[in-house]
């Protein structure tokens, strides 16, 4: 598999690292704290064009793949901000959704709008009594007229007052145990913090993101029939279509902010003297950042292969699954050791290791747990019997 780094990445890498550095601590401490959406930071990213990085030209995007969207991410996330919550929700949920599904009509106005930083998306998919159980969504929609009529709720879901549209996920035909992937649908809700069926309930979640997390109650929400995503009843497939992105593009951010709990820890330790010397000098703070070093090193490998075969079209539901294991796995470790060698300045939100464990602990459960993970490993890879 060739996914050889080119010049051409090393200028994409270039330029968001120059985007990322004008956004330092301080700022997203204030987003995170004000649960304000970051705006300008959203605005350079869609002046350059990263927002539609895997978006057609014909849409306004740079019509490149999964990898270079990889890089960005994962610069992104090195360089201490938020930058994989905002491609995860809007370029992957939402751009790659419709570039492969969409009808042309909703490819003019949404793939043109993320392109271009109009359009932000949210995903409604969770809900309480389902939870990683997809196929046990109660969220229903029906038929009247030329509109559908949803009732039901969410759990969880993430920037709905942030969002232009939210891909929401509902059942539209009775589970039928002999066809149980047929029957749930995928609806593109225009304004949905503003819709009239919609109520939203804020949670109260311990962790650091700008986003703010919903309860969302939805009753007798209208939703016109040209706003279905893809094929009535055919949304499981879609979804599972774009699974494998949503992996990849996590295992990007989880990689970024691995690498930059390894970046911070070596500063400090280079800096920090204790009994007369650096206390990186010392091998029991250097060794464990060298190792959670070579364990990003090896994850990333595996990212990339598995955004390449995407971008070639070949399977990679294994790398890609793999790659979203080891990364969030390893980003966790290196954030823990990160706070060790920062000793009780770990623990202040100066110095922003402790937001980082937070942050990383958070890619072993979201968006899919690695016990899932596992399954898929389990029994699509290795050819165990479905445990579950
Ligand atoms: C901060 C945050 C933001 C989120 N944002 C969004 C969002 O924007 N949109 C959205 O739709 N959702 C969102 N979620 C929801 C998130 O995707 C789910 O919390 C996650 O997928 C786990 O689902 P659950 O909480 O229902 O866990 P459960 O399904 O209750 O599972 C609990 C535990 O049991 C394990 N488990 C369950 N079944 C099995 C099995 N068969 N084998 C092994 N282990 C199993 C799971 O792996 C997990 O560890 C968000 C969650 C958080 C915390």
Redesign the pocket.
């Known amino acids: 598999m060739d996914y050889t780094e080119t010049q051409e990445h090393g200028m994409i890498r270039e330029s968001i690292r120059q985007i990322a550095s004008d956004y330092d601590r301080q700022y997203w401490r204030e987003k995170v704290d004000e649960k304000e959406f970051p705006e300008e930071y959203w605005q350079d990213l869609a002046r350059d064009g990263w927002l539609g990085v895997t978006i057609p030209e014909e849409y306004g995007g740079h019509d490149m793949g999964m990898l270079e969207m990889s890089m960005i991410i994962e610069e992104l996330s090195r360089g201490g901000g938020q930058g994989g919550i905002v491609f995860v929700?809007t370029p992957v949920?939402g751009g790659i959704g419709i570039q492969r599904h969409g009808n042309e009509a909703q490819k003019e106005k949404y793939l043109t709008g993320i392109a271009s930083g109009e359009i932000r998306f949210?995903?409604?998919?969770?809900?309480?009594n389902?939870?990683?159980?997809t196929l046990n969504i109660e969220t229903s929609a029906e038929k009247d007229g030329d509109e559908w009529v949803v009732d039901g709720q969410?759990?969880?879901?993430?920037?709905?007052e942030n969002a232009d549209t939210m891909l929401l996920?509902a059942r539209t035909s009775e589970f039928d145990p002999e066809n149980p992937t047929h029957g749930v649908s995928l609806f593109l809700v225009d304004d949905p913090a503003a819709q009239e069926g919609i109520t939203l309930s804020t949670l109260d979640?311990a962790?650091p993101?700008f986003?703010k997390?919903y309860q969302v109650d939805i009753d007798g929400l209208r939703v016109p029939e040209e706003k279905v995503l893809g094929a009535e009843d055919g949304g499981l497939y879609l979804l599972w279509d774009t699974l494998n992105t949503e992996r990849i593009a996590g295992a990007a951010s989880s990689l970024g902010g691995g690498l930059r709990a390894v970046d911070l820890a070596v500063d400090y330790a280079n800096d920090r003297e204790v009994f007369g010397q650096a206390i990186g000098g010392h091998q029991g703070i250097q060794h464990p950042l060298s190792d959670s070093y070579a364990k990003l090193m090896c994850a990333r490998e595996m990212t990339y292969k598995a955004a390449s075969l995407w971008d070639q079209n070949e399977e990679c539901g294994a790398e890609a699954n793999i790659a979203k294991l080891r990364t969030s796995e390893a980003a966790t470790e290196a954030a823990h050791r990160a706070i060790q060698a920062h000793g009780g300045n770990g623990f202040t939100r100066e110095y922003e290791v402790y937001d980082i464990w937070q942050n990383m602990r958070?890619t072993e459960?979201?968006?899919?747990?690695?016990?899932?993970v596992?399954?898929y490993i389990g029994e699509h890879v290795l050819g165990m019997p479905k445990?579950?």
Do not use: D, H, R
Not at 122 to 128: R, S
Not at 154 to 160: A, T
């Open positions: 929700l949920f949210c995903m409604g998919l969770t809900e309480a389902a939870g990683v159980n969410k759990m969880w879901i993430s920037g709905v996920v979640v962790v993101w986003e997390q958070l459960t979201v968006p899919v747990p690695n016990e899932m596992k399954n445990s579950y």
